[in-house]
């Protein structure tokens, strides 16, 4: 039976049980994963992250709205139960449904901007601009030249949207070990302890930005400028604001789950509204590499000072050894502080849990188009 069989068969059982169903998603995830599992029956460990993160892009398509997809996907692995038509290798349904919100938050983090904030125009334009940058096409070329080292692209090895030689590497790092990389990380604590400041409400100026200011109460943060901390912790949910006043939404963290989307939110959020990233990002790219083992300061430094997307160095029409080397150790910081590098020895810098999610985020989202542009 051909894929378009299947979806008419899918769609008359979804409607006779009053399940939710959208025959066009249906159709793209049955082309996206062509059969590669064995048949559209066969649904083992890995093969919703590697649906996701991998085939999906490789398609071309846009993604739906999440819920849209759950609920497509749910319907299909029910009827594929209940029809006897789900291989034996198969994860059960449960087990799927858990593996895809892992995936989910990696692939829809920055498809829900903040709503819309009454008198904050200049606020509000920031985050707008950045929906723009990820709702535009993807078919410009690349940020990084593929000629830098590491890889120049956010093509993984194999080519646009081939994925890594090894699955494995797309699935989400352990929430229990990457929730103890969050706990432990300073920008993450800081983040927390200025929702903690706004409580019940601060005042905020017409730009959207508090009025008092958190650094004379203590919380001063000498590696990122006050108002990214603050946009960031805006755009990942910690602060709402309306109108003239702004307040925490911070709810309890309970689980490690809970905990670790908290930090991919707020670092992926603050490298998207980061002005100067050009570094930050080059320094990212190393964890593309499956088995990556980390930076030494200095060869970053050295590979930084050869990137094409280096303004300050060798290329660059007016070369500044001394700017370019400041930004790659700047970076190397800036990953530290934010919890993605484990600081060795004196200038060793190797990835963490926190690291390896981050960095499929960024990934998957320079696939889509996000982060093409040097800023």
């Known amino acids: 039976m051909g894929d378009e069989g299947l979806v008419a068969r899918v769609l008359l059982w979804a409607e006779r049980r009053r399940r939710t169903l959208n025959p066009a998603v249906l159709q793209t995830i049955l082309r996206a994963r062509d059969h590669r599992h064995g048949g559209v029956g066969m649904w083992p460990p890995g093969s919703v992250v590697d649906l996701l993160l991998v ?3 490789a398609t071309g398509e846009n993604l739906p709205e999440r819920e849209v997809m759950a609920a497509t996907l749910d319907t299909l ?7 006897g038509a789900m291989g034996h290798a198969s994860a059960d349904v449960k087990a799927l449904t858990r593996e895809f919100r892992q995936a989910a938050v990696l692939t829809w983090l920055p498809m829900a901007p903040p709503a819309p904030v009454p008198g904050t125009v200049d606020l509000q ?3 707008d601009r950045e929906a723009e940058v990820w709702n535009a096409t993807a078919n410009r070329e690349r940020f990084w030249d593929r000629e830098d080292e590491p890889s120049g692209s956010f093509s993984p090895p194999g ?3 081939s994925g890594s030689t090894d699955p494995a590497w797309y699935a989400p790092s352990s929430p229990s070990k990457c929730a103890q990389v969050v706990r432990e990380a300073e920008f993450v604590r800081h983040c927390l302890a200025i929702a903690e400041w706004a409580g019940g409400g601060v005042e905020v100026s017409d730009e959207g930005y508090s009025v008092d200011s958190a650094e004379d109460d203590g919380l001063a943060c000498l590696t990122i400028a006050p108002d990214l901390v603050w946009i960031t912790c805006v755009r990942a949910g910690l602060v709402r604001v309306d109108g003239h006043r702004a307040w925490s939404e911070v709810d309890t963290l309970a689980t490690d789950e809970e905990w670790a989307d908290l930090g991919l939110q707020l ?13 930050v990002l080059h320094a990212i790219t190393g964890l593309f590499s499956p088995g990556f083992g980390g930076w030494a300061r200095e060869v970053l430094v050295d590979c930084w000072w050869l990137s094409t997307a280096n303004k300050q160095g060798q290329r660059a ?6 700017a370019s080397q400041d930004a790659a150790r700047g970076a190397l910081e800036l990953l530290a502080f934010v919890g993605m590098l484990g600081v060795i020895g004196e200038h060793e810098y190797v990835p963490t849990a926190l690291g390896h999610d981050v960095a ?6 320079g696939l889509q188009g996000m982060f093409l542009e040097a800023r």
Request: some cysteine; proline content about 10%.
């Open 55 to 57: 085939r999906w892009p």
């Open 77 to 83: 692995w029910r009827f594929l139960r209940a029809t």
């Open 125 to 127: 334009d920031r985050l």
């Open 159 to 161: 080519g646009p949207g």
């Open 267 to 279: 670092v992926v959020n603050l490298l998207i509204c980061m002005e100067d990233r050009d570094a």
């Open 317 to 322: 029409a007016t070369p500044d050894p001394d």
């Open 360 to 365: 499929l985020a960024v990934l998957h989202l």
